[in-house]
């Protein structure tokens, strides 16, 4: 078992401050923000620095960079990933659900190694499949208790009072000024209008054969992008706050995220998923506000897409959960969003141990079936076939994974990747058998509508 050491600070910056101050001396910082309150949201924001080991994956090449070199594993990528939290257990009856551990993301592309299924779609961008750095120092930042920081530090060596003098000095200097300006051009989509709508009615058609119930499709839009990727995150975020903001600053590609949507929390032996089905747009006037949100609650297609989704979960659920512990918890509740109201259901369920492997649970849940469809595997295959470019980190997950049995994933929706001057953001919807293509195709520009915002467009 590793030990922690335990600080508590009091600082006059924020906790964006303090992660700009990080990151100009480590590469691989990531900031979990939680910048919206939600019931989906816990009351802990987390930065993660100093990486001791880093994890990536492509297809069955693992990658593992820590202090003994660089090697590369053709194996499992799952399984290797359980290895290194194994290795590195922490024992903790701490009020805080992440002190020690890795930040990271599945990409959606696993799922062809997790099912074994053919990789149909375009790959044109080149990042990994499974990265997580796992980090020396894990700073946590409670919501209700602003100017208070408690650090958490893996491996007590002759370098601790060095470390916490550099965290102390993190917390209390202002950062420099930085670059806050950022341009982005010739935005373009992977689909035009009339190709996904054409791509929807194919959707129903397999719906019609009785191929699947529902698909989640998407639409992908690709920009230039010269800046800082730093200063478009600080502005989407003020624009559109969200439960599981974050910012990963990792080597190869800068990640940005705005997501509303709980993938998996783990703690405690219970494991909570919840799924977002239902869309419709915010309104600037309070009356067409409130009829927007009627509307979305008495809408018997999405209240149908939601529900399917919930059974789809249960199964999933069921392989990993004790027998007859799976419960809805709750069903149908509106969340409120600055640009969208979203419906959601919470399904929980015991496991049959507190200790878990990644690997089981990841290979039984992922990917999330809100952003797939029903049933999973075919609709996956579909989605392959429809959509012209793999989706990348788009509705794969990001998050933390604890060495002390926990786990809060979420699922990489309002997400923006960067890589050598090229931005990506994805958006799409649940389609089933009366969805109407035209409305399918203006709920993606909705669901862009805030990101399309920060990006000056």
């Known amino acids: 078992m590793q030990k922690i050491t335990r600080i508590v600070l009091k600082t006059d910056l924020t906790k964006q401050e303090i992660f700009e101050n990080i990151k100009r001396v480590y590469t691989g910082a990531c900031f979990l923000n939680t910048s919206y309150k939600t019931a989906s949201a816990k009351n802990f924001s987390y930065i993660g620095y100093d990486p001791f080991c880093r994890i990536m994956s492509k297809g069955n090449t693992v990658t593992v960079a820590d202090e003994s070199g660089y090697r590369e594993i053709c194996g499992n990528p799952l399984k290797c990933l359980d290895e290194i939290i194994s290795e590195n257990r922490v024992r903790t009856h701490n009020e805080f659900d992440f002190i020690a551990g890795g930040i990271g993301y599945f990409s959606y592309d696993l799922k062809n190694i997790i099912e074994h299924l053919p990789a149909l779609a375009k790959r044109d961008v080149d990042i990994p499949d499974m990265y997580f750095n796992f980090f020396r120092t894990i700073l946590v930042f409670e919501e209700n208790n602003a100017g208070k920081i408690t650090a958490f530090f893996l491996f007590a060596d002759k370098s601790m009072d060095k470390r916490i003098t550099q965290l102390k000095n993190f917390a209390v200097i202002p950062p420099k000024p930085s670059g806050s300006a950022y341009t982005v051009k010739n935005l373009v989509s992977n689909f035009t209008k009339n190709s996904y709508i054409n791509a929807v009615a194919k959707v129903k058609r397999y719906i019609r054969d009785g191929d699947i119930f529902q698909v989640c499709l998407s639409q992908r839009f690709k920009s230039d992008f010269q800046g800082s990727p730093w200063a478009l995150y600080k502005n989407l975020d003020s624009i559109n706050p969200a439960p599981f903001s974050a910012y990963f600053d990792l080597d190869i590609v800068k990640i940005i995220s705005a997501s509303p949507e709980l993938f998996l929390r783990i703690k405690d032996g219970i494991v909570i998923t919840k799924p977002m089905k239902g869309t419709r747009p915010r309104a600037c006037d309070a009356s067409a506000d409130k009829r927007n949100m009627r509307d979305l609650i008495s809408s018997s297609k999405d209240d149908a897409e939601l529900s399917m989704i919930v059974d789809l979960e249960r199964n999933d659920l069921g392989k990993i959960c004790k027998p007859g512990s799976i419960a809805v918890v709750k069903h149908r509740e509106i969340e409120k969003y600055a640009s969208v109201f979203q419906t959601t259901s919470t399904v929980a369920g015991n496991l049959p141990q507190k200790q878990y492997s990644v690997e089981k649970i990841i290979r039984s849940v992922f990917p999330g079936g809100s952003i797939s ?64 293509e035209e409305n399918e195709y203006i709920e993606t520009l909705v669901k862009a509508g805030s990101i399309k915002s920060a990006l000056g467009l």
């Open 373 to 436: 469809g029903c049933p999973k595997i075919r609709a996956m295959e579909i989605i392959d076939e429809l959509e012209p470019t793999a989706r990348n980190i788009y509705t794969g997950v990001l998050g933390y994974i604890s060495f002390h049995n926990t786990m809060t994933l979420n699922v990489g929706i309002r997400i923006i990747t960067i890589i050598r001057n090229k931005l990506y953001f994805q958006t799409g919807g649940g389609i089933v058998a009366d969805s109407n």
